[in-house]
Structure formats: C-alpha cells, structure tokens
C-alpha cells in the first residue's frame, strides 16, 4: 500500500503566504514526478506545479513567481511554498504523485487534500 500525505494548509490573510508538505509512504521504491494540484468548491481540480525527480519545476500561469515547488528524495516529499496569496488561491490542494512500487508497476496516487483559505 502506499500513500501520500499533506501538511500545512489553513487560514492565511491577503499578501501572506503558506508551506503546504507532502509525504510519500508505503511500498514505493522510487518516487518519479510529483505534482500540486487544487480545486476550488463547483471547479475543476487544475494543476498548479510539476517537479520532476531531477528537480525540474513547472506551474501554472497564475502562480507563476509566486508559488515555488520543491522536493526532497530521500525523504519522498514534496513541498509548495506559497506567497503572495490571493482570494483566488483559495482551494483544497492536493498532492499527486508517480511512484514505481515494490512490485516494478507505475501508480499514480493523491493525497487526501489540505484546504487552504486566503481571507481577511
């Protein structure tokens, strides 16, 4: 079994930022690509940053200086680090992942999901 689980989410003003955490557990031999996604309530779930195992990042147009993805391998996590919050960013964000398992197959899995709410 393996999963993931996020960290770090809550309530947070204009203009303020958040470090949301995600930890891979299980019978993972090795974590691939790990990804940020979010989704507002009556909105799809989009994606809002990529980073590759090499540490290759990507985001979102509209996070794009703003949010920073990182990760550590050794630990299998992943962090988001979120500044400059807006209203918009409000969303339950969930973390996402590739792993190879101990049985050599691909799964991709999800965190449960952290809410995270930009409000004054």
């Known amino acids: 079994q393996v999963q993931l689980v996020e960290s770090g989410g809550g309530l947070v003003q204009p203009g303020g930022s958040l470090r949301l955490s995600c930890a891979a557990s299980?019978?993972?031999?090795?974590?691939?690509?790990m990804a940020w996604f979010r989704q507002a309530p009556g909105k799809q779930r989009d994606l809002v940053a990529t980073?590759?195992?090499?540490?290759?990042?990507s985001y979102a147009d509209s996070v794009v200086g703003r949010f920073a993805i990182s990760r550590d391998n050794a630990k299998k996590m992943v962090y988001l680090q979120m500044s400059s919050l807006k209203p918009e960013d409000t969303a339950v964000y969930y973390c996402?992942?590739?792993?190879?398992?101990?049985?050599?197959?691909?799964?991709?899995?999800w965190g449960q999901g952290t809410q995270v709410t930009v409000s004054s």
């Open positions: 980073i590759t195992r090499g540490g290759t990042p």
């Open positions: 299980g019978s993972i031999v090795r974590v691939n690509v």
């Open positions: 996402n992942a590739v792993v190879t398992t101990t049985a050599l197959s691909l799964a991709t899995i």
